[in-house]
């Protein structure tokens, strides 16, 4: 099994900044995508970015040029940091990873952005 740990969620203002740690532990041998989703109340969960384990990363929306994801495949590590940051970015952050056909989540963290 693949456990993913969240941290970094919280509290900020509009326009602040924050920045969101994924670690991966448990049976863990070659990932090949790290990303991000969010849901955000009363809507469906949402990708909204992606690495390779080569470094070739994704982003899809509103979120392009504010975020950017990273990881350290080392560490079994994975990074999203957020720059003016909107209201509408409030929600649940969930990091996933894809390793040998199968999708793993973690148990999400939540940002707040405040007006």
């Known amino acids: 099994q693949v456990q993913l740990v969240e941290s970094g969620g919280g509290l900020v203002q509009a326009g602040g900044s924050l920045r969101l740690s994924c670690a991966a532990s448990g049976s863990i041998f070659s990932i090949d995508v790290m990303g991000w989703y969010r849901q955000a109340p009363g809507k469906q969960r949402e990708h909204f970015a992606s690495?390779?384990?080569?470094?070739?990363?994704n982003y899809v929306g509103s979120v392009k040029g504010r975020f950017t994801i990273s990881r350290d495949n080392a560490k079994n590590m994975e990074y999203l940091q957020m720059n003016s940051l909107q209201p509408e970015d409030t929600g649940v952050y969930y990091c996933t990873l894809l390793q040998g056909g199968r999708n793993y989540w973690g148990q999400g963290t939540q940002v707040t952005v405040s007006s």
């Open positions: 690495i390779t384990r080569g470094g070739a990363t």
